[in-house]
């Protein structure tokens, strides 16, 4: 499964960007897929993260500013970031899983494919 990231940017502390996760040649259907973030010098980080079918976790400092939503028409996963802030530039990872459980979804080392990674920077 190769995972395509996109969506990132430059943008304003407090406006949106929503990031896209999706692969080429096969479907996300059955698979979890989660996005982490990595900034400069820290470790990545699970951001929030959809099971299959539907149920959500997300990083409980981000609740209320991301939404993670899966449209499985169009084969993508989409991260909806909003009120951003400059804290929150770092590069966002999708990450993609056929088999994980619920309390797995924040572990980077439960999932099996990853995509590139696109640059969020949030200017102050």
């Known amino acids: 499964v190769q995972l395509q990231a996109s969506g990132g940017g430059l943008v304003q502390a407090g406006g949106s960007l929503r990031l896209s996760c999706t692969t080429s040649?096969?479907?996300?259907?059955?698979?979890?897929v989660s996005w982490f973030r990595q900034a400069p010098g820290k470790e990545r980080e699970f951001v929030v993260g959809?099971?299959?079918?539907?149920?959500?976790a997300y990083a409980d400092s981000l609740k209320g500013r991301f939404t993670i939503s899966r449209d499985s028409a169009k084969n993508t996963v989409y991260l909806q970031m909003n009120s951003l802030k400059p804290e929150d530039t770092a590069i966002y990872y999708c990450?993609?899983?056929?088999?994980?459980?619920?309390?797995?979804?924040?572990?980077?080392?439960?999932?099996?494919?990853w995509g590139q990674g696109t640059q969020v920077t949030v200017s102050s």
């Open positions: 990450a993609a899983s056929s088999s994980i459980i619920y309390s797995m979804l924040g572990v980077a080392a439960s999932y099996d494919y």
């Open positions: 040649g096969r479907t996300l259907s059955g698979y979890s």
């Open positions: 959809i099971r299959w079918p539907g149920s959500t």
